[in-house]
């Protein structure tokens, strides 16, 4: 039986991606994530071509809001 039934969507996906060295690789999702993050990524392929980071609309998770930490004012508990 083939292994390839056994991994999940994710896993079984790659993507071309260029990095900023100008080496070429294939990469899960999840690792062109961490990549993205390291801002070690110059291109990675799409379904409809190329996308360049920095001029691209790129995703990517923001420290900031997994933090999730509010610092304006504190309402809980002010009853109007």
Known sequence: MPEHIFLGRTERSYIDVILKDGTY?????????VLLESHRVHKFKRSNGWATVGVDPVRTAKK??????????DRRGVRH
């Open 25 to 33: 690789h294939h990469f899960t999702p999840r690792v062109l994530s």
């Open 64 to 73: 900031e809001n997994l933090n999730h930490h509010y610092n304006g004012q």
